[in-house]
């Protein structure tokens, strides 16, 4: 596609509930990061696909928290028991190979998770 | 542990002024320095990263190793360049560490 596509826009849940986030990296990105944005704060890093591997995975806060990728394109969000605290802008990003200083990160709208 | 500060939350300057918008940063390791900016109902977008020593829309940073900053500077503000800033730190081979932004207001 033209850009980083990120579905759904906005999700309203409940605590407690699944949910899963879906981003479409731009064709022929090889590197898919996914961040989250709090209320007032910068995005802060989840997690790094290089292909279909989960080449970082550092960033995901607990083990509620959960990503795929599993042809290496499409990529999947999934959060577990949401809490109140999940409540944020989930971005996501691609780039050409992953190499940051050589390539330009392309974000995503973002999927605004909110959970009542 | 890295960290980047951007010490002001928002910063207001009229057209045609100056502008600077700070980002001090820690790391151990060598540093690589991004901007990223979001204009209104507009994603995330990178605007310019220390090792191309580029100018984009009229802006420049210089990375300062001596005083860990990279201010981003424009010498004359426009209207259009309202937005929010964010400094971001490379750490590591693929992770962007961000700050926390600093939202732009040019006054006509």
């Known amino acids: 596609g033209a850009g980083v596509s990120q579905t759904p826009s906005n999700k309203v849940t409940e605590k407690g509930k699944y949910v899963e986030l879906r981003c479409d990296p731009i064709?022929?990105?090889?590197?898919l990061y996914w961040y989250r944005q709090s209320l007032g704060q910068g995005p802060e890093f989840l997690i790094y696909f290089q292909g279909t591997g989960a080449a970082d995975d550092s960033g995901l806060p607990n083990d509620r928290f959960f990503a795929v990728r599993p042809e290496g394109s499409v990529s999947t969000l999934k959060i577990q028991r949401t809490e109140r605290g999940d409540s944020a802008v989930y971005l996501c990003?691609?780039?050409?190979?992953?190499?940051?200083?050589?390539?330009?990160?392309?974000f995503g709208a973002g999927s605004r998770l909110t959970v009542l | 542990a890295q960290r980047v500060t951007q010490p002001e939350k928002l910063l207001s300057v009229f057209k045609g002024a100056p502008v600077e918008l700070k980002c001090n940063y820690s790391?151990?390791?060598?540093?690589?320095l991004f901007w990223y900016v979001q204009y209104s109902r507009q994603r995330l977008q990178l605007l310019l990263r220390?090792?191309s020593r580029e100018s984009i829309k009229g802006f420049t940073a210089d990375l300062n190793k001596g005083e860990t900053s990279f201010h981003l500077k424009k010498p004359f503000a426009q209207e259009e360049d309202s937005a929010m800033y964010y400094c971001a730190l490379q750490t590591g081979a693929n992770n962007l560490f961000f700050g926390t932004g600093t939202r732009l207001t040019v006054i006509p």
């Open positions: 064709s022929g990105h090889t590197a």
């Open positions: 790391y151990s390791g060598s540093p690589e």
């Open positions: 990003a691609s780039s050409l190979t992953g190499a940051l200083g050589a390539n330009v990160l392309t």
């Open positions: 220390h090792i």
